[in-house]
């Protein structure tokens, strides 16, 4: 394992910003999902049941969006990549730098390595290979233990990543 990534306190202000920032752009990227792409979705991660959508939990909303924006593909591209293009960013802005990041966000498995407490995880990605830190203010409260495994989709924010998706637990 080479050089862990240590979290600096301008490291989670940054985070933290950018964590808020991220929230209002994805409000307004969920906004341009049109309503069909929510039922195929749906269907297709089996919540619709007789035309209509059952949530067993408040985090299958959050499953849900998240398909409907990386997973579903119209004419060779996803909602964030339609959205990327259709508002463009002011270049130079934190909207734009994650609005890039968006477009690489990757869905991995990760195997928690260790906590830091008030930023994160250092986490081994089992499906590409690697390690990196996630930065998480809430995972790294909760989600300390070394061989904890769960399935998220990422964001790269430079040395370091962020969930921009719904954490799945992963129990054997």
């Known amino acids: 394992m080479g050089t862990l990534f240590a979290p600096t306190r301008a490291d989670v202000e940054r985070y933290r910003r950018l964590r808020g920032l991220?929230?209002?752009?994805?409000?307004?990227i969920v906004k341009t999902i049109p309503r069909q792409t929510i039922y195929d979705v749906g269907d297709a991660i089996g919540i619709l049941r007789n035309g209509a959508l059952e949530f067993e939990s408040e985090d299958m909303t959050s499953v849900l969006m998240d398909c409907c924006l990386y997973d579903w593909f119209e004419d060779g591209k996803n909602v964030v990549q339609r959205y990327s293009e259709a508002h463009p960013a002011k270049p130079?802005?934190?909207?734009?730098?994650?609005?890039?990041a968006y477009l690489q966000a990757k869905y991995r498995v990760l195997v928690v390595q260790s906590g830091v407490p008030g930023a994160g995880l250092?986490?081994?990605?089992?499906?590409?290979?690697g390690e990196l830190f996630l930065m998480d203010l809430g995972l790294s409260q909760t989600s300390?233990?070394?061989?904890?495994t769960f399935a998220t989709r990422t964001i790269p924010l430079g040395e370091y990543w962020m969930t921009s998706g719904p954490g799945l637990p992963i129990n054997s």
């Not at 991220?22 to 307004?28: A, K, P, S």
């Not at 130079?92 to 890039?100: A, P, V």
């Not at 250092?122 to 290979?129: N, P, T, W």
């Open 144 to 148: 300390k233990n070394a061989g904890a």
């Open 22 to 28: 991220g929230m209002d752009l994805n409000n307004r």
């Open 122 to 129: 250092h986490c081994r990605d089992v499906l590409q290979g």
């Open 92 to 100: 130079g802005t934190d909207e734009r730098y994650l609005l890039d």
